[in-house]
Every structure is written in C-alpha cells, then in structure tokens.
C-alpha cells in the first residue's frame, strides 16, 4: 500500500505561482511512477504532468512551459511547479502513483485525497 499526501494549495491571483507537493509512504517501490491530475466539479480528470524519470517527463499541452514536474527520491516527493497561473488552472489537483507508468492517463493505482487550487482574474 502507497499514502499520498498533497500539500501547497491555496488562492492565487492570475500570474502568480504555487508548489504542490505530494508525500508518499509505505511501499514506495509502488510509487515509482508518480504524476499530478486535475479535475473541477462535472469535467473528468485531466493528466496534467508525469513523471518517469529525471529524464523523462510529461506535460498537457495546456501546461507547457508554465508547469514544472520534479521529484525527490530520497524524500518520496513529487513537485509541481506552477507558475504564470491562469484562471482556467482552478481545480483540485491530485498525486498519483504505480509502479507502472501510466503517463498522463488517469490508471494509477494510488490517489491523494486532492488540493484545491483557486486561481482568480
């Protein structure tokens, strides 16, 4: 079993930035592949970035070159970065993770329980 804890959510203005992280524990070897998702109230979950690998990396279009994916493995923890936010980022975000690498589509095993993300105009 995997635990994924999210933090770093909050209110920004547009333009502005904000750091996800998401903490894993427990069988960490489950969480070799890790990626955020997002999704709003009646839409399905977006893949947003993924990551396999230092060298390998994932991001939807809508997120390129304003979001950053990093992960710490001496710590378990997964990183976005998100800078020059713009209203349409509002969501919930959420960490997952498997030891199999599913991309940017929504087949992780394990899930976070979410952190909002308000991004206003």
């Known amino acids: 079993q995997v635990q994924l804890v999210e933090s770093g959510g909050g209110s920004v203005q547009a333009g502005g930035s904000l750091r996800l992280s998401c903490a894993a524990s427990g069988d960490t070897y489950s969480a070799t592949y890790m990626g955020w998702f997002r999704q709003v109230p009646g839409k399905e979950r977006e893949g947003v970035a993924a990551f396999r690998n230092i060298g390998s990396k994932s991001y939807a279009d809508s997120v390129k070159g304003r979001f950053t994916i990093s992960k710490d493995n001496a710590k378990n923890t997964l990183y976005l970065q998100m800078n020059s936010l713009k209203p349409e980022d509002t969501a919930m975000y959420y960490c997952?993770?498997?030891?199999?690498?599913?991309?940017?589509?929504?087949?992780?095993?394990?899930w976070g329980q979410g952190t909002q993300v308000t991004v206003s105009s």
């Open positions: 997952a993770a498997d030891r199999v690498y599913w991309v940017l589509t929504p087949g992780y095993k394990y």
